[in-house]
């Protein structure tokens, strides 16, 4: 069972930097929110599904959905109440982000504690890969958020054998995978923590059995059923064979076919390019939690190997953005090494001049230096990416919009591969080609026939980012019989004449 020892008081600079930081993760969020135009071509695929389902259209038996329903759910809700308006939806990612924030803090407080945990939110609350993610209109921070959540109340188990967190760490893990199956390889440590209880501060590998068999068994039914029942919940509003075939089975795809070049390429980016600091301090911290504390070693490990696991399995379709979960993990863990470093330097200077004489001055000087480059190249990183939204739709997006006012009705159907431009237009596609994705594409999930056949009813087609325009026989049929009205740096818009 859990011990309870008496608490620490902590500096109250801590709270300081901590609400300064979370000030600047919604500043650096939601500044220009009205401005961007193209946030990402997963942001328009979603936000014109939920519109278009807002207006009756069911998912997956007429809309095409990739994902698990309730993102766009939530898009609809947001929709129902303020219209097509992308600065409402925007707001759904931003929040998230704070439920993210405030998860990874109860986390590295159950773990190492309460200084520990502001340090989380201070270094998490500044991250520019983080905050990036918020300007995507997208399933990576809801169910980033719900998985935190559910990996806190595990852990809560785990050290305290009671079986009420059992229920909340499963439901909130099936509402994790009811957005999306990002975080599903957090089973692994599930299970660890259903077996065994976590004991963070201990350097040895002794692990204690959770209780008795017929408990653990108990322990792994409850989870099962509760998980199984959330989900039966969810999924049963809908058609199970077709949300199965389009969730399922597109995703599946090229599952096990490694991409190593690709799987190098988007780590190297993330964690070389742009957050070197963050990923060296948590090597140094694993490497302290190696010496010093073990159990918190190994269960770091088998977290974050389990989703460096299903990243590479899925390496033939990552992104960059997938890595959001990797980067949470790894700000809970320099927290904890940074924490134990401060409180180390702490103790060397109240000792008669202690940090002098162990040679630590030449240690503090670098290790203050890379808090210091951490926090510099995030805010620098995090005003870059201010100033690219605070410019706003370029002279050709503004351009279409006017190509689609001027020449379709609201009741006229287009066709396009950028559905941020038909969700800002109020326009409607066809329910199957709501999302024209480059993998339905090169998957053969959205092939040459299908594409003709939607395009018999459409007044306008439009070629944009470069996705449509792959399906060369729908590109040749495009172009004998619609009208060209537009183009411009490989981009098309074509027009059928009545």
């Not at 759904?92 to 945990?117: M, N, Q, Y």
């Not at 959330?230 to 199965?244: G, H, K, M, P, Q």
Request: hydrophobic residues 50%; glycine residues 6%; charged residues 15%.
């Amino acid at each position: 069972m859990k011990t309870i020892l008496p608490k620490k008081n902590v500096n109250p600079y801590y709270s300081v930097f901590f609400i300064l930081s979370v000030g600047l993760y919604i500043f650096f969020s939601l500044y220009g929110i009205n401005k961007a135009f193209f946030l990402g071509y997963d942001a328009g695929v979603y936000t014109q599904t939920a519109f278009q389902h807002v207006y009756g259209q069911r998912l997956y038996s007429e809309l095409f959905v990739s994902q698990p329903p309730l993102l766009i759910e939530a898009l609809s809700v947001i929709i129902r109440i303020f219209g097509n308006n992308v600065t409402a939806t925007r707001v759904l990612p931003v929040f998230f982000g704070l439920i993210t924030i405030a998860a990874s803090f109860l986390i590295s407080d159950e773990l190492f504690g309460k200084r520990a945990a502001y340090l989380t939110g201070i270094f998490l609350g500044i991250t520019f890969y983080f905050i990036r993610w918020t300007f995507e209109i997208g399933a990576d921070l809801p169910s980033l958020a719900f998985s935190l959540l559910a990996l806190y109340f595990i852990i809560l188990y785990s050290k305290t054998g009671s079986l009420k967190w059992v229920v909340f760490s499963a439901f909130f893990f099936a509402v994790t995978n009811a957005f999306k199956q990002l975080e599903l390889f957090f089973v692994f440590p599930i299970c660890f923590l259903l077996i065994f209880r976590l004991e963070p501060d201990r350097n040895d590998l002794n692990l204690t059995i959770n209780g008795p068999a017929t408990r653990i068994i108990l322990a792994f039914g409850i989870y099962v059923g509760v998980f199984l029942a959330v989900l039966t919940l969810i999924f049963i509003n809908y058609d199970i064979s077709a949300l199965v075939s389009q969730v399922l089975g597109l995703q599946s795809e090229g599952l096990f076919r490694i991409k190593w070049n690709r799987l190098g390429r988007y780590f190297g980016n993330v964690f070389v390019a742009r957050q070197l600091g963050l990923f060296f301090l948590t090597l140094a911290s694993l490497y302290y939690f190696f010496r010093k504390k073990r159990q918190a070693f190994l269960f770091f490990i088998l977290l974050i190997l389990s989703q460096v696991v299903f990243h590479a399995l899925m390496s033939t379709w990552l992104w960059g953005h997938h890595l959001i979960v990797l980067i949470t993990i790894f700000t809970i863990v320099y927290a904890g090494g940074v924490d134990w470093f401060l409180q180390k330097i702490k103790r060397l200077r109240a000792d008669m001049g202690g940090l002098k004489r162990a040679g630590g001055k030449l240690l503090f000087s670098l290790f203050i230096l890379t808090i210091i480059g951490v926090f510099t190249q995030n805010i620098l990183l995090n005003i870059r990416d201010m100033r690219k939204v605070k410019k706003g739709p370029t002279v050709e997006e503004l351009n279409l919009l006017n190509l689609i006012e001027n020449h379709t009705e609201r009741e006229d159907l287009i066709i396009c591969d950028n559905q941020i431009t038909l969700f800002r237009s109020n326009r409607f596609t066809t329910p199957h080609l709501v999302d024209t994705s480059e993998k339905r594409i090169l998957t053969g999930d959205l092939d040459e026939t299908l594409l003709i056949s939607q395009a018999q009813d459409v007044k306008m087609v439009i070629f944009w980012l470069n996705r449509l325009i792959r399906a060369p026989q729908f590109y040749r049929y495009v172009k004998d019989n619609y009208t060209l009205i537009y183009k411009k740096d490989g981009r098309e818009v074509y027009l059928k004449e009545e």
